[in-house]
């Protein structure tokens, strides 16, 4: 058995959620913590390294850094969610930690106030999601057939993408068919939609017209 896992959250947070999936996904009981990262209360300072979420809780210890969190829900609860080949497996965690990248671009170009740093941010997005169509199976998910670590950890990404499509009509993903469907298989999946609170397409509106970037003039309504 395992201490009680306490999972310390903002609700906007793509790297929250790549946890969140993982729990969700193995059915792991948690507890959630909402904190404002724009207003950090002090015991969240004391305890985050870096002053970042997620951090995950383990009785009295504290990890952070969500692909470290992911991996350890996944050790705890077998059968894992990794692949079993070594050479796969670090493949897939070095492309997680691309997908890290694409998160940070993809911020960029949301929040971005001026309109060729936003473009110069999307054309970035758009090569990094070339590069990573280059390497998908072509498959339902990134290795093949089965459900993986990385799909857990691309799908806050999608579901940003997907915000965006609806919001913008800016589709990410036009070019890119491979991710196209994955992002849709990923998308239906219980774990992913049960991994945010429900309000959070609004919540995402609302953070984009408060950045008030170049995207905010792009709203469809
Ligand atoms: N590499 C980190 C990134 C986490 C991250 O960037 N979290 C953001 C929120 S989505 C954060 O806490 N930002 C506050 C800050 O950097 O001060 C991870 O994978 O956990």
Redesign the pocket.
């Known amino acids: 058995m395992f201490h009680r896992l306490e999972l310390i959250s903002?609700k906007?947070?793509?790297?929250?959620q790549?946890a969140v999936i993982v729990l969700k996904r193995k059915n792991i009981d948690f507890d959630i913590t909402y904190i404002d990262?724009n207003n950090p209360p002090q015991w969240f300072k004391e305890i985050s390294p870096?002053?970042?979420?997620?951090v995950l809780k383990v009785g009295d210890d504290v990890l952070?850094?969500?692909?470290v969190?992911q991996e350890y829900v996944d050790e705890i609860t077998p059968p894992s969610l990794q692949p079993s080949d070594p050479l796969v497996k670090a493949k897939n965690r070095a492309w997680i930690s691309f997908g890290?990248d694409i998160l940070?671009a993809l911020h960029a170009m949301v929040t971005s106030k001026d309109e060729a740093i936003s473009n110069e941010k999307r054309a970035v997005v758009l090569g990094k999601l070339q590069q990573l169509e280059a390497v998908h199976s072509g498959k339902a998910f990134f290795n093949g057939s089965e459900f993986n670590m990385i799909d857990a950890a691309y799908a806050p990404m999608f579901m940003r993408m997907e915000f965006i499509k609806n919001l913008t009509a800016i589709d990410l993903l036009e070019a890119t068919p491979k991710l196209s469907t994955w992002s849709q298989n990923l998308l239906a999946l219980d774990c992913v939609e049960q991994s945010v609170v429900p309000g959070l397409p609004t919540m995402y509106k609302g953070m984009l017209k408060h950045m008030d970037g170049y995207l905010s003039t792009l709203l469809v309504d």
């Open positions: 903002f906007l947070c793509p790297f929250v790549r990262l870096l002053g970042q979420v997620p952070f850094e969500s692909s969190i890290g940070m």
